[in-house]
Each structure stands twice: as C-alpha cells, then as structure tokens.
C-alpha cells in the first residue's frame, strides 16, 4: 500500500523553541496533505490542508502564524510550530492523498512532540 | 455541516466472536467510505474502503455499506486480543472533497 513517512517520530525541546516536522509521500505523488492534532485520549483534530504549490488551508482556531505548512513539491510537505510552548505539546499527524480520485488518505507514523 | 457519527464505545467482545462497528454519516451524496484503525498512541491505518452498496470482504473484516439508510459498518470475525483499538469511520463527501472523520469506537477484546 501507499507510504507516508513522517520525520521526526519524537521531539523534546524547550519552550520558544521552532519545530519542524516532514511529511513525505514515498510512492505516490500527493496532491494533498494533511494535518492533525490529537491530545491524549481524544480525536483526531483537522488543522490543516495543503496543496501543492498553494497556500494552505487552515481550520478554524488554529493560528497560521503559530503553525506554517510549506508544501513545495508533491512529495514533501513540512509543519513548523514557531516558538513552541508546553501547551503545543501533542500528537501531530500528516496524512497524504491523491485528490480527485477518490482513493483514501494514508497517514504518516506520527510525530509526538514534548515541550519542556 | 458534514458529520459522521459513530459510538465511541468501549464496546467489549469476546475473543473468537464477531465485534460490530457501526457509523452514519449526514450527506446523501458521499461517495467514498473508509474504516482506520488507530492503537493506543499510534496513529490511523487504513484497513477498508468501500464505495458501491452491499458487502465488501477482506479476510476477517467484512464492511458493508447501505447508501439509502446512510449506513456503514465493519464487522470482524474472528475477533483476536490484537483487534483491540480504536475504530475511525471516515466519509468523503466528493471525490475533491476532505475525508471527515468520526470520533471513533474503542473495541476492547475480552481473552
């Protein structure tokens, strides 16, 4: 099946400090990618879509300054939580999709990102 | 506003029987179904799509799916401890549109 790779699976880092995780698409062109947080226990929240080549989309309540989506090639797209505080601490997810065809979107492993 | 609806659970079924997830969704028109299973701080994996009315079988998982009743469910058969997760029902409206996602069921397996 389709395989995303989310990079890195872990981080701990300190308040004020700028994180950057990857999405990449091994064997399929994404047109789409997608990202989520989850807290705990709780379900997954949408926080954005990304085309490539375009701005991305954000969710309501989910500040674009605060969490910037570069999708600059159809198999990579990145997430960089700015100036990260304890409260963005949480399970961040991307998932990638070939839209127009109907076919399911494949989630990347996860990254779990801890800030002290 | 697109939703999908599904018990959160926990719904507890003993090992070897069938356990049954079952999901709604609000838009008629939806065009594409997807059941994800997601463990315990890990995150979703596909395990069925289906598209067309009626039944769709993949070694124990069976999804069927009823458009007039806006209807869609997985059964396992079979069930082992290692089913135990959570189940994410998802629909995609249009073929350009967004999957959504319901909030899950927790299935618990009792050995």
């Known amino acids: 099946g389709a395989v995303v790779s989310q990079h890195p699976s872990r981080v701990i880092c300190k308040s004020g400090t700028s994180v950057k995780i990857e999405c990449r698409s091994l064997?399929?062109?994404?047109?789409?990618m997608f990202w989520y947080r989850q807290f705990p226990k709780q379900s997954l929240m949408l926080m954005a879509t990304?085309?490539?080549?375009?701005?991305?989309?954000?969710e309501q309540g989910v500040e674009k300054d605060k969490f910037l989506i570069n999708h600059a090639s159809l198999t990579l797209s990145t997430l960089t939580v700015t100036s990260a505080h304890p409260e963005d601490s949480s399970f961040y997810i991307c998932?990638?999709?070939?839209?127009?065809?109907?076919?399911?979107?494949?989630f990347g492993d996860g990254t779990r990102l801890s800030i002290l | 506003q697109k939703e999908v609806e599904q018990n959160s659970g926990p719904l507890s079924v003993p090992e070897g029987a069938i356990a049954s997830l079952n999901c709604t969704y609000s838009d008629r028109g939806s065009q594409s179904f997807f059941w994800y299973r997601q463990y315990s701080g890990k995150s979703p994996e596909l395990i069925m799509f289906?598209?067309?009315?009626g039944d769709k079988e993949d070694g124990r998982f069976t999804a069927q799916l009823n458009k007039a009743s806006q209807y869609v469910s997985l059964l396992i058969r079979d069930s082992q401890p290692s089913d135990s997760a959570t189940y994410l029902c998802?629909?995609?409206?249009?073929?350009?549109?967004?999957?959504?996602f319901g909030k899950g069921t927790r299935l618990h397996i009792l050995p």
């Open positions: 990304s085309n490539e080549g375009s701005k991305a989309t954000y």
């Open positions: 064997d399929f062109q994404a047109t789409t």
């Open positions: 998932s990638a999709s070939f839209q127009g065809t109907g076919q399911p979107q494949h």
């Open positions: 998802a629909v995609r409206p249009g073929r350009d549109d967004k999957i959504i």
């Open positions: 289906i598209y067309s009315n």
